[in-house]
Protein backbone atom coordinates (compact mmCIF):
# COMPACT_ATOMS: atom_id res chain seq x y z
CA UNK A 1 0.00 0.00 0.00
CA UNK A 2 3.29 2.45 0.82
CA UNK A 3 4.65 1.37 -2.34
CA UNK A 4 1.39 2.30 -4.32
CA UNK A 5 0.69 5.27 -2.63
CA UNK A 6 4.12 6.96 -2.69
CA UNK A 7 4.39 6.02 -6.57
CA UNK A 8 1.10 8.40 -6.93
CA UNK A 9 0.01 6.09 -10.27
CA UNK A 10 -3.36 4.23 -9.29
CA UNK A 11 -4.97 3.29 -12.67
CA UNK A 12 -3.15 0.44 -15.04
CA UNK A 13 0.31 0.86 -13.84
CA UNK A 14 2.98 -0.98 -12.07
CA UNK A 15 1.70 -2.81 -10.25
CA UNK A 16 -1.35 -3.86 -12.86
CA UNK A 17 1.62 -4.80 -14.77
CA UNK A 18 3.86 -6.75 -12.63
CA UNK A 19 0.79 -8.70 -11.33
CA UNK A 20 -0.24 -9.80 -15.00
CA UNK A 21 3.31 -10.93 -15.49
CA UNK A 22 3.56 -12.70 -12.51
CA UNK A 23 -0.16 -14.32 -12.46
CA UNK A 24 0.64 -15.66 -15.90
CA UNK A 25 3.94 -16.87 -14.91
CA UNK A 26 2.36 -18.94 -12.22
CA UNK A 27 -0.73 -20.18 -14.60
CA UNK A 28 2.03 -21.03 -16.96
CA UNK A 29 0.02 -18.57 -19.61
CA UNK A 30 0.58 -16.61 -22.24
CA UNK A 31 -1.45 -13.52 -20.80
CA UNK A 32 -3.02 -12.03 -17.91
CA UNK A 33 -5.12 -9.14 -19.00
CA UNK A 34 -6.66 -7.52 -15.44
CA UNK A 35 -10.01 -6.18 -15.22
CA UNK A 36 -12.56 -4.70 -12.36
CA UNK A 37 -14.42 -8.26 -11.53
CA UNK A 38 -14.98 -12.09 -12.68
CA UNK A 39 -18.31 -11.04 -14.00
CA UNK A 40 -16.55 -8.39 -16.64
CA UNK A 41 -14.22 -10.53 -17.24
CA UNK A 42 -16.53 -12.75 -18.56
CA UNK A 43 -18.46 -10.24 -20.15
CA UNK A 44 -15.15 -9.26 -21.99
CA UNK A 45 -13.77 -13.06 -22.60
CA UNK A 46 -16.98 -13.67 -25.02
CA UNK A 47 -16.67 -9.86 -26.45
CA UNK A 48 -13.32 -10.34 -27.24
CA UNK A 49 -14.00 -13.68 -28.92
CA UNK A 50 -17.22 -11.52 -30.97
CA UNK A 51 -20.04 -13.30 -29.11
CA UNK A 52 -22.79 -11.39 -28.21
CA UNK A 53 -26.05 -10.94 -29.83
CA UNK A 54 -27.78 -13.50 -31.73
CA UNK A 55 -25.66 -16.34 -29.83
CA UNK A 56 -26.05 -18.78 -27.01
CA UNK A 57 -23.57 -19.50 -24.54
CA UNK A 58 -23.96 -22.87 -22.27
CA UNK A 59 -23.22 -22.93 -18.93
CA UNK A 60 -24.35 -25.63 -16.17
CA UNK A 61 -27.11 -25.28 -14.35
CA UNK A 62 -25.67 -24.62 -10.84
CA UNK A 63 -23.53 -22.13 -10.72
CA UNK A 64 -23.17 -18.81 -9.23
CA UNK A 65 -25.51 -16.69 -10.57
CA UNK A 66 -22.57 -13.86 -11.33
CA UNK A 67 -21.76 -16.62 -14.20
CA UNK A 68 -25.19 -15.63 -16.38
CA UNK A 69 -24.55 -12.16 -15.78
CA UNK A 70 -21.62 -12.30 -17.87
CA UNK A 71 -22.82 -13.46 -20.69
CA UNK A 72 -26.17 -11.03 -20.33
CA UNK A 73 -24.17 -8.22 -20.24
CA UNK A 74 -21.64 -9.74 -23.40
CA UNK A 75 -25.59 -9.51 -25.15
CA UNK A 76 -25.42 -13.66 -25.53
CA UNK A 77 -28.24 -15.67 -24.53
CA UNK A 78 -27.80 -18.52 -21.78
CA UNK A 79 -28.52 -21.85 -22.00
CA UNK A 80 -28.34 -24.60 -19.84
CA UNK A 81 -26.54 -27.76 -19.22
CA UNK A 82 -27.08 -30.52 -16.18
CA UNK A 83 -24.03 -31.11 -14.30
CA UNK A 84 -21.90 -34.40 -13.40
CA UNK A 85 -23.33 -36.05 -9.83
CA UNK A 86 -19.95 -36.71 -8.92
CA UNK A 87 -17.68 -32.99 -9.87
CA UNK A 88 -20.83 -30.53 -9.52
CA UNK A 89 -19.45 -29.34 -12.90
CA UNK A 90 -21.08 -29.53 -16.42
CA UNK A 91 -21.56 -33.05 -17.73
CA UNK A 92 -20.27 -33.64 -21.28
CA UNK A 93 -22.80 -36.01 -21.94
CA UNK A 94 -25.75 -33.34 -21.02
CA UNK A 95 -23.65 -31.12 -22.71
CA UNK A 96 -23.57 -33.05 -25.79
CA UNK A 97 -27.40 -33.83 -25.78
CA UNK A 98 -28.10 -29.99 -26.01
CA UNK A 99 -25.46 -29.38 -28.58
CA UNK A 100 -27.40 -31.95 -30.69
CA UNK A 101 -30.93 -30.38 -30.06
CA UNK A 102 -32.89 -27.29 -31.57
CA UNK A 103 -31.80 -25.51 -28.46
CA UNK A 104 -27.62 -26.04 -29.75
CA UNK A 105 -28.85 -23.88 -32.58
CA UNK A 106 -26.40 -20.86 -32.53
CA UNK A 107 -24.10 -22.15 -29.27
CA UNK A 108 -20.81 -20.12 -29.98
CA UNK A 109 -18.81 -21.00 -26.39
CA UNK A 110 -18.96 -23.26 -23.75
CA UNK A 111 -18.36 -22.00 -20.03
CA UNK A 112 -17.00 -24.60 -18.25
CA UNK A 113 -17.14 -23.71 -14.43
CA UNK A 114 -14.52 -25.57 -12.15
CA UNK A 115 -17.34 -25.25 -9.10
CA UNK A 116 -16.00 -25.16 -5.73
CA UNK A 117 -12.38 -25.55 -7.12
CA UNK A 118 -12.98 -29.28 -8.98
CA UNK A 119 -11.67 -29.22 -12.68
CA UNK A 120 -14.10 -30.38 -14.67
CA UNK A 121 -13.75 -33.78 -17.20
CA UNK A 122 -11.57 -31.30 -19.86
CA UNK A 123 -10.59 -33.91 -22.01
CA UNK A 124 -14.51 -34.96 -22.75
CA UNK A 125 -15.89 -31.82 -22.66
CA UNK A 126 -12.86 -31.15 -25.43
CA UNK A 127 -14.05 -34.13 -27.33
CA UNK A 128 -17.57 -32.38 -27.64
CA UNK A 129 -16.65 -29.40 -28.21
CA UNK A 130 -14.28 -30.00 -30.79
CA UNK A 131 -17.15 -31.95 -32.78
CA UNK A 132 -19.95 -28.97 -32.45
CA UNK A 133 -16.95 -26.40 -33.50
CA UNK A 134 -17.75 -24.39 -30.16
CA UNK A 135 -14.91 -22.63 -27.99
CA UNK A 136 -14.62 -24.42 -24.29
CA UNK A 137 -14.23 -21.43 -22.30
CA UNK A 138 -13.31 -21.47 -18.35
CA UNK A 139 -14.73 -19.98 -15.59
CA UNK A 140 -12.24 -20.44 -12.76
CA UNK A 141 -13.24 -18.20 -10.06
CA UNK A 142 -13.06 -20.93 -7.61
CA UNK A 143 -10.16 -22.95 -9.05
CA UNK A 144 -7.15 -21.06 -8.44
CA UNK A 145 -4.41 -23.21 -8.30
CA UNK A 146 -6.16 -26.22 -9.21
CA UNK A 147 -5.08 -28.39 -11.78
CA UNK A 148 -5.64 -31.24 -14.27
CA UNK A 149 -3.44 -33.31 -15.37
CA UNK A 150 -0.90 -31.53 -14.53
CA UNK A 151 -2.29 -28.39 -16.12
CA UNK A 152 -3.60 -25.76 -13.91
CA UNK A 153 -7.09 -24.77 -13.88
CA UNK A 154 -7.41 -21.61 -16.08
CA UNK A 155 -5.26 -22.72 -19.13
CA UNK A 156 -7.33 -25.58 -20.16
CA UNK A 157 -9.50 -23.81 -22.50
CA UNK A 158 -9.12 -20.94 -25.28
CA UNK A 159 -9.49 -18.08 -22.47
CA UNK A 160 -10.50 -18.50 -19.05
CA UNK A 161 -12.14 -16.21 -16.72
CA UNK A 162 -10.76 -14.78 -12.79
CA UNK A 163 -12.48 -13.48 -9.98
CA UNK A 164 -10.59 -12.54 -7.57
CA UNK A 165 -13.12 -11.56 -4.78
CA UNK A 166 -11.80 -11.33 -1.06
CA UNK A 167 -13.33 -14.82 -0.01
CA UNK A 168 -11.55 -16.41 -3.40
CA UNK A 169 -8.50 -18.49 -2.77
CA UNK A 170 -6.55 -15.58 -4.37
CA UNK A 171 -8.36 -12.70 -3.14
CA UNK A 172 -8.36 -8.94 -3.38
CA UNK A 173 -9.33 -6.32 -0.82
CA UNK A 174 -12.32 -5.67 -3.05
CA UNK A 175 -13.49 -6.72 -6.92
CA UNK A 176 -11.03 -7.81 -9.11
CA UNK A 177 -10.80 -10.18 -11.52
CA UNK A 178 -8.59 -11.08 -14.92
CA UNK A 179 -8.95 -12.89 -18.24
CA UNK A 180 -6.33 -15.45 -19.12
CA UNK A 181 -5.65 -16.70 -22.54
CA UNK A 182 -2.53 -18.06 -24.92
CA UNK A 183 -3.91 -16.00 -27.76
CA UNK A 184 -2.23 -12.69 -27.85
CA UNK A 185 -4.59 -11.30 -30.18
CA UNK A 186 -7.42 -11.50 -28.01
CA UNK A 187 -5.45 -10.47 -24.90
CA UNK A 188 -4.60 -7.47 -27.32
CA UNK A 189 -8.41 -6.56 -27.63
CA UNK A 190 -9.23 -7.06 -24.37
CA UNK A 191 -6.55 -4.64 -23.10
CA UNK A 192 -8.45 -2.14 -25.70
CA UNK A 193 -12.03 -3.28 -24.18
CA UNK A 194 -10.97 -2.86 -20.53
CA UNK A 195 -10.42 0.65 -21.34
CA UNK A 196 -12.87 2.30 -24.04
CA UNK A 197 -11.57 0.53 -27.01
CA UNK A 198 -8.39 2.59 -26.41
CA UNK A 199 -5.06 1.51 -27.98
CA UNK A 200 -3.68 5.02 -27.88
CA UNK A 201 -5.45 7.57 -25.28
CA UNK A 202 -8.49 9.09 -26.12
CA UNK A 203 -8.68 7.41 -29.59
CA UNK A 204 -11.60 4.53 -28.73
CA UNK A 205 -10.90 2.12 -31.84
CA UNK A 206 -14.27 -0.13 -30.88
CA UNK A 207 -16.73 0.43 -28.26
CA UNK A 208 -15.11 -0.54 -24.77
CA UNK A 209 -15.90 -0.24 -20.94
CA UNK A 210 -14.52 1.04 -17.99
CA UNK A 211 -13.11 -2.15 -16.32
CA UNK A 212 -9.44 -1.61 -15.50
CA UNK A 213 -7.97 -3.61 -12.16
CA UNK A 214 -7.39 -1.02 -9.46
CA UNK A 215 -3.14 -0.45 -9.19
CA UNK A 216 -4.08 -0.73 -5.27
CA UNK A 217 -5.73 -4.61 -5.49
CA UNK A 218 -3.00 -5.59 -7.72
CA UNK A 219 -0.44 -4.40 -5.34
CA UNK A 220 -2.49 -6.68 -2.81
CA UNK A 221 -2.47 -9.41 -5.24
CA UNK A 222 0.83 -9.76 -5.98
CA UNK A 223 1.77 -10.38 -1.95
CA UNK A 224 -1.40 -13.19 -1.75
CA UNK A 225 0.16 -14.74 -4.89
CA UNK A 226 3.79 -15.71 -3.19
CA UNK A 227 1.62 -17.66 -0.87
CA UNK A 228 -1.17 -19.50 -2.88
CA UNK A 229 0.62 -22.47 -3.87
CA UNK A 230 1.48 -22.95 0.05
CA UNK A 231 -2.56 -22.33 0.70
CA UNK A 232 -3.57 -24.76 -1.54
CA UNK A 233 -1.43 -27.24 -0.07
CA UNK A 234 -3.00 -26.68 3.46
CA UNK A 235 -7.04 -26.56 1.59
CA UNK A 236 -5.61 -30.08 0.17
CA UNK A 237 -4.43 -31.46 3.65
CA UNK A 238 -7.56 -30.17 5.17
CA UNK A 239 -9.78 -31.86 2.58
CA UNK A 240 -8.15 -35.51 3.14
CA UNK A 241 -8.62 -34.98 6.76
CA UNK A 242 -12.21 -34.20 6.48
CA UNK A 243 -12.60 -37.02 3.86
CA UNK A 244 -11.31 -40.02 5.59
CA UNK A 245 -12.96 -39.11 8.78
CA UNK A 246 -16.33 -38.62 6.95
CA UNK A 247 -16.54 -41.84 4.93
CA UNK A 248 -15.51 -43.47 7.83
CA UNK A 249 -18.88 -42.14 9.88
CA UNK A 250 -20.81 -42.61 6.64
CA UNK A 251 -23.38 -39.63 7.30
CA UNK A 252 -22.80 -37.38 4.69
CA UNK A 253 -20.83 -38.31 0.94
CA UNK A 254 -17.85 -36.30 0.44
CA UNK A 255 -16.67 -34.68 -3.02
CA UNK A 256 -14.24 -37.53 -5.07
CA UNK A 257 -11.23 -36.91 -6.11
CA UNK A 258 -10.81 -37.84 -9.62
CA UNK A 259 -8.00 -39.05 -11.71
CA UNK A 260 -5.60 -37.10 -12.90
CA UNK A 261 -7.66 -34.17 -10.73
CA UNK A 262 -6.06 -31.98 -7.73
CA UNK A 263 -9.04 -29.75 -6.57
CA UNK A 264 -8.27 -26.12 -5.28
CA UNK A 265 -10.89 -26.71 -2.26
CA UNK A 266 -12.64 -23.48 -2.54
CA UNK A 267 -15.30 -25.11 -0.74
CA UNK A 268 -15.78 -28.28 0.58
CA UNK A 269 -19.12 -29.60 -0.66
CA UNK A 270 -20.85 -32.90 0.98
CA UNK A 271 -24.23 -34.33 -0.24
CA UNK A 272 -26.83 -35.31 2.29
CA UNK A 273 -30.18 -36.94 1.65
CA UNK A 274 -31.46 -35.11 5.12
CA UNK A 275 -29.46 -31.90 4.36
CA UNK A 276 -31.53 -29.69 6.02
CA UNK A 277 -32.03 -31.71 9.57
CA UNK A 278 -28.09 -31.58 9.44
CA UNK A 279 -27.66 -28.09 8.54
CA UNK A 280 -29.67 -26.95 11.81
CA UNK A 281 -27.57 -29.46 13.65
CA UNK A 282 -24.45 -28.61 12.66
CA UNK A 283 -25.48 -24.86 13.04
CA UNK A 284 -26.43 -25.65 16.92
CA UNK A 285 -23.11 -26.56 17.59
CA UNK A 286 -21.52 -23.90 16.33
CA UNK A 287 -19.98 -24.89 13.44
CA UNK A 288 -21.10 -22.18 10.67
CA UNK A 289 -22.63 -24.44 7.42
CA UNK A 290 -23.41 -22.89 4.27
CA UNK A 291 -25.14 -23.58 0.67
CA UNK A 292 -23.52 -23.05 -2.68
CA UNK A 293 -26.07 -22.42 -4.00
CA UNK A 294 -29.92 -22.98 -2.69
CA UNK A 295 -30.91 -22.40 -6.12
CA UNK A 296 -29.86 -23.36 -9.53
CA UNK A 297 -29.59 -20.88 -12.33
CA UNK A 298 -33.22 -22.18 -13.67
CA UNK A 299 -35.04 -22.22 -10.22
CA UNK A 300 -34.37 -18.41 -10.42
CA UNK A 301 -36.91 -15.67 -11.52
CA UNK A 302 -34.50 -14.28 -14.15
CA UNK A 303 -33.59 -17.42 -15.34
CA UNK A 304 -36.24 -19.73 -15.96
CA UNK A 305 -36.22 -19.37 -19.75
CA UNK A 306 -32.42 -20.25 -19.88
CA UNK A 307 -33.74 -24.01 -19.25
CA UNK A 308 -34.67 -26.24 -22.63
CA UNK A 309 -33.80 -29.48 -21.27
CA UNK A 310 -34.50 -31.82 -17.53
CA UNK A 311 -32.35 -31.05 -15.50
CA UNK A 312 -32.22 -33.96 -12.53
CA UNK A 313 -28.48 -34.10 -11.60
CA UNK A 314 -28.60 -30.70 -10.86
CA UNK A 315 -31.91 -30.33 -9.15
CA UNK A 316 -31.46 -32.94 -6.68
CA UNK A 317 -28.31 -31.87 -6.05
CA UNK A 318 -29.53 -28.11 -4.68
CA UNK A 319 -31.46 -30.08 -1.90
CA UNK A 320 -28.53 -32.30 -0.55
CA UNK A 321 -25.35 -29.84 -0.71
CA UNK A 322 -23.93 -28.67 2.10
CA UNK A 323 -20.39 -26.55 2.38
CA UNK A 324 -18.32 -27.11 5.43
CA UNK A 325 -15.78 -24.74 6.52
CA UNK A 326 -12.27 -25.27 4.71
CA UNK A 327 -9.95 -22.49 4.68
CA UNK A 328 -5.83 -22.38 5.59
CA UNK A 329 -6.08 -21.27 8.91
CA UNK A 330 -8.58 -23.91 9.96
CA UNK A 331 -6.32 -26.37 12.60
CA UNK A 332 -6.34 -30.00 12.06
CA UNK A 333 -7.83 -30.22 15.45
CA UNK A 334 -10.87 -28.20 14.35
CA UNK A 335 -10.89 -30.46 11.73
CA UNK A 336 -11.32 -33.52 13.42
CA UNK A 337 -13.60 -32.29 15.92
CA UNK A 338 -16.10 -31.26 13.01
CA UNK A 339 -16.13 -34.33 11.47
CA UNK A 340 -16.65 -36.12 15.17
CA UNK A 341 -19.98 -33.62 14.87
CA UNK A 342 -21.38 -34.05 11.87
CA UNK A 343 -20.61 -37.88 12.38
CA UNK A 344 -22.34 -37.68 15.82
CA UNK A 345 -25.78 -36.95 13.83
CA UNK A 346 -26.02 -40.74 12.52
CA UNK A 347 -25.39 -41.49 16.30
CA UNK A 348 -28.28 -39.50 17.38
CA UNK A 349 -30.60 -40.14 14.31
CA UNK A 350 -30.43 -43.94 14.32
CA UNK A 351 -30.58 -43.81 18.78
CA UNK A 352 -34.02 -41.49 17.40
CA UNK A 353 -35.42 -44.46 16.08
CA UNK A 354 -34.08 -47.29 18.01
Excluded at 285 to 301: E, F, K, S, W
Aim: charged letters at 20%; aromatic letters at 6%; proline letters at 5%.
Amino acid sequence: MRRVLDGGQFVLGGEVEGFETEFARFLNVGATVGVASGTDAIELMLRGLGIGRGDKVVLPALTADACAAGVNRAGAEVVLADIDAQTFTISPRSLAKLLESPAGVAVKAVLVVHLYGQVADWAALRQVADLHGVFLLEDAAQAHGARWCGRMAGTLGHAAAFSFYPTKNLGALGDAGAVVTGDEMLADRLRRLRQYGWRDRYVSEEMGVNSRLDELQAAFLRVKLQTLEENTSRRRALAAIYTQRLLAGGVVEPPPVLPDSSPAYHQYVVRSSDREALRLYLAAAGIPVTIHYPRALHQQPAYAHCQTMPLPVTELAVREILSLPLHPYLSDESAEVLCEVVNSFSSRTNDATM
